[in-house]
């Protein structure tokens, strides 16, 4: 499995048979360098995770690739230019699509303001290695080998992200949703949760967009 980081929380997930990709938002640029795209997760609504042109774009090149996502994805992006094109699925969903494991976690978003409403979010799992949250810190309670873990958010404090990795008790952790950190508030934040993953016996590996580890 090879893991590229895009901006912010939009990963790149290269198998056997093709690429997933996860959460191609407003700040994820246009992704041109995407190839055999089999699927496509976007974990919640909100417009840093998804955005119409990059679902119109993807579903243009890559026209057999299903999108998957929550009931309010599937809502706000059939509202949208985009069309009807999102196949909705909740927690304990399990998807087989392009030599992909797909299982879904969690449910809602975490929590931004007791005023503010809390949309629909699912965490994935894919092939039992790697889990991507999306907007919440909701534990997947399966072993989990690599984890992308928030770094900064207006709904984040660090110590919850700190919480979330000793939780979930990775062998290796990832930053993700970091577009909202300056380089310094990124290095705070990636030093703790460099010290929480470590504290459970596993290794922080440091990603910048572009960047790609192989697990």
């Known amino acids: 499995m090879k893991i590229t980081k895009h901006e912010h929380a939009c990963l790149a997930v290269d198998g056997d048979a093709g690429t997933l990709v996860i959460d191609p938002g407003s700040f994820s640029g246009r992704l041109v360098d995407l190839e055999a795209v089999r699927a496509v997760v976007i974990t919640h609504e909100h417009a840093d995770h998804w955005t119409s042109e990059h679902v ?46 797909l299982e879904f976690f969690g449910g809602t978003h975490a929590e931004i303001h007791r005023t503010l409403p809390r949309v629909d979010n699912v965490g994935v799992l894919i092939d039992g290695r790697l889990y991507h949250p999306g ?17 900064g958010a207006p709904w984040l404090k660090i110590g919850e992200t700190m919480d979330f990795v000793l939780e979930v008790a990775p062998k290796q952790a990832i930053a993700i949703h970091d577009a909202v950190l300056s ?33």
């Open 135 to 151: 907007d919440s810190l909701v534990a997947p309670g399966v072993p989990v080998e690599i984890l992308a873990a928030p770094a």
């Open 183 to 215: 380089e310094a508030g990124l290095r705070i934040s990636e030093a703790r949760i460099t010290g929480a993953v470590e504290s459970v016996g596993g290794t922080y590996v440091q990603l910048r967009a572009g960047d790609a580890v192989v697990v």
């Open 56 to 101: 119109a774009d993807l579903r243009q090149r890559f026209p057999e690739a299903p999108i998957y996502g929550p009931a309010g994805v599937a809502a706000a992006v059939a509202a949208s230019e985009a069309g009807d094109v999102v196949e909705a699925v909740a927690p304990g969903d399990i998807r087989e699509v392009g030599g992909f494991r």
